[in-house]
């Protein structure tokens, strides 16, 4: 069983940044890649960013390049995903995701194994 707990988001005028935190617990004996997804009302849950947890590798959608940093903190077991410049097509609730029997730097949703509770993020214009 693991457990994804985030924190951060919340509300935050166009032009502006937040971070959001992931703190991963539970029967994790290897991480290997864990990604953020975003889902906005209506709409499907769409890929964020990914990396692997032990290399640092990145991945992210064209909509964020260069806007968002995703990265890690092996110690804690904590991922972060820092947005800056956010624009209120932003605005969605994020959901942090974690694969734990694969090394699939993706944005394939179903090669994700558990998922944190999501957290809303509005930006306003």
């Known amino acids: 069983q693991v457990q994804l707990v985030e924190s951060g988001g919340g509300l935050v005028q166009a032009g502006g940044s937040l971070r959001r935190s992931c703190a991963a617990s539970?029967?994790?004996?290897?991480?290997?890649?864990m990604g953020w997804f975003r889902q906005a009302p209506g709409e499907e849950r769409e890929f964020v960013a990914a990396?692997?947890?032990?290399?640092?590798?990145?991945y992210y959608a064209d909509s964020v390049k260069g806007r968002f940093t995703i990265s890690r903190d092996n110690a804690k077991n904590t991922l972060y995903l820092q947005m800056n410049s956010l624009k209120p097509e932003d605005t969605a609730v994020y959901y942090c995701?974690?694969?734990?029997?694969?090394?699939?730097?993706?944005?394939?949703?179903?090669?994700?194994?558990?998922w944190g509770q999501g957290t809303q993020v509005t930006v306003s214009s």
């Open positions: 539970g029967r994790i004996f290897r991480t290997f890649v």
């Open positions: 995701a974690i694969q734990l029997y694969r090394n699939s730097l993706t944005s394939d949703r179903g090669s994700y194994d558990s």
């Open positions: 990396i692997r947890w032990r290399a640092g590798n990145t």
